[in-house]
Nanobody, 115 residues
């Protein structure tokens, strides 16, 4: 059974930074593409950053140059470093495989960026 546990969210002012962490279990982590997704009320969940097994990364245009995804295969961990945060980054953030395992979403971690 795949388990995904996110942490690191919080309340920060505009321009602030946060570091989100996700620990995964129940999958062959080192071969999987992993991603961070975010969701706000009334909107579909959006994939914002992907890190592939070879550590290549990909980002949605709105976070390029501000968010940085990385992975630590020894710890089955995915990290999202978020810098220069904007109010529009406010959302619940989740990690999952890319494409996602729809039955394995974790509880997410809430990020709120104040004006």
């Amino acid at each position: 059974q795949v388990q995904l546990v996110e942490s690191g969210g919080g309340l920060v002012p505009t321009g602030g930074s946060l570091r989100l962490s996700c620990v995964a279990s129940g999958l062959t982590f080192n071969i999987e593409a992993m991603g961070w997704y975010r969701q706000t009320p009334g909107k579909q969940r959006e994939l914002v950053a992907t890190v592939y097994s070879g550590h290549t990364t990909n980002y949605v245009e709105s976070v390029k140059g501000r968010f940085f995804i990385s992975r630590d295969n020894a710890k089955n961990m995915v990290i999202l470093q978020m810098n220069n945060l904007k109010p529009e980054d406010t959302a619940d953030y989740y990690c999952n495989k890319v494409p996602p395992l729809v039955k394995s979403w974790g509880q997410g971690t809430q990020v709120t960026v104040s004006l």
